[in-house]
């Protein structure tokens, strides 16, 4: 079995932005195909209508560069499993795909038929695991490149495939479960979690969410993004007219400023601009640019509220904005829909040229 096309994990409801997305960045590589994706299913896969073409096209695709997708599995056809023996299918195609993988992973959409399927996969497990050991799979291999993924969509159906280490979501389902910090004033304290985790690696953590550091957190009301910061021992100043959470203000850390984020100016540059203002995606794609060119902060990290249609048009047209403004000057720049972001997706944006490792 090849694995020539593509599956991609995504937000129940999010298939279309999945599909227009590894539509137009497969035909940018110059490969043509389809892609079937049911409206509400969590997955959409893309088929390129030569499967050389699609096997080459999982080589070069990027996962980083990818919004919408929350995983990248290469995989062949669905496959049909029979009632009284799903293991022995799943197996043979899974040793057809290598012999020495970094991990198996079972699962399923993230939907309500996905937690159903959850019940019947999680005790196939060990059974799996005795047939791809008896067909000679290792699934543990810390050296190997890839990982093993069989995934459920029916219970008898699944699609059996491999995803790259480094190319590919490290978390299962690519879903980042975080726990609720007790001490945040708000949820939306995740979205930032998530987004440092997403977009900078452990050592970029260390170095550039460093103790003494300084922020501005735009629509820090109630302060989950500002407390976030505050944990890592950043100086932050708070801009938003509603009121912040009393215990942040007490930290010591904080000032807040009762401003309109969209007029404020820092007195002096700072190491970062947070922003979660709702308000047009195109107006803080300006604003965060603006940041950016006119060197008020180094590196930020803002939510963009997406509208209910034309999600991946909006995503589209806030690069261009973003290329308007520093095109000339090199910057650096990543879009993740997040599993904490529902109608939204989360942005990095940096001045420094800095090549996708
Ligand atoms: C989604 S909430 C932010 C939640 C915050 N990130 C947290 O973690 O607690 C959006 C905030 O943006 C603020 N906001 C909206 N427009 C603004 C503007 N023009 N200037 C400053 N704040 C604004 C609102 O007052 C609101 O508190």
Redesign the pocket.
């Known amino acids: 079995m090849s694995a020539p096309r593509l599956l991609l994990y995504c937000r129940a409801g999010f298939e279309k932005e999945c599909a227009q997305e590894i539509t137009a960045t497969a035909a940018a590589a110059g490969v043509r195909g389809f892609v079937k994706g049911r409206p509400d299913s969590g997955f959409a896969i893309f088929q390129a209508h030569d499967d050389d073409m699609g096997v080459e096209l999982g080589k070069r695709i990027e996962f980083r560069r990818l919004v919408f997708p929350r995983q990248l599995v290469r995989t062949g056809e669905l496959l049909a499993l029979a009632e009284g023996d799903r293991v022995s299918p799943i197996s043979a195609a899974a040793r057809s795909l290598g012999s020495r993988f970094a991990g198996l992973r079972i699962e399923m959409p993230d939907t309500n038929d996905g937690k159903s399927l959850s019940a019947l996969a999680k005790p196939l497990t060990p059974h799996l695991e005795k047939a791809l050991a008896k067909e000679g799979v290792v699934f543990d291999d810390d050296r190997a490149t890839e990982r093993l993924h069989v995934f459920f969509v029916g219970g008898l159906a699944c699609h059996v495939g491999v995803s790259t280490i480094g190319n590919s979501s490290d978390w299962p389902m690519g879903i980042a479960r975080l726990r609720m910090p007790s001490g945040s004033?708000?949820r939306?304290?995740l979205k930032?979690a998530e987004a440092i985790m997403q977009f900078l690696d452990e050592k970029e953590r260390a170095q550039r969410l460093a103790p003494g550091m300084t922020a501005i957190?735009?629509?820090?009301?109630?302060?989950?993004?500002t407390w976030q910061l505050v944990q890592r021992g950043l100086m932050v100043i708070a801009?938003?007219?509603?009121a912040m959470d009393p215990a942040l203000l007490e930290t010591g850390q904080v000032k807040h400023r009762r401003?309109?984020?969209?007029h404020y100016r820092p007195a002096e540059p700072v190491d970062w601009m947070v922003c979660?203002?709702?308000?047009s995606p195109a107006r803080i794609a300006r604003l965060a640019s603006q940041w950016i060119a006119q060197g008020w902060c180094a590196e930020t990290i803002f939510n963009l509220k997406l509208p209910m249609k034309k999600r991946w048009e909006e995503v589209e047209r806030c690069r261009g904005i973003v290329d308007e403004a520093l095109g000339g000057g090199g910057y650096y720049l990543r879009i993740k829909h997040l599993y904490h972001d529902r109608e939204e997706v989360t942005a990095y944006l940096a001045r420094r040229r800095r090549e996708l490792n």
Request: no cysteine; glycine share 20%.
């Open positions: 004033p708000s939306s304290t930032l957190d735009l629509g820090a009301s109630p302060g989950g993004w801009v938003d007219n509603g401003d309109d984020g969209f979660d203002m709702v308000e």
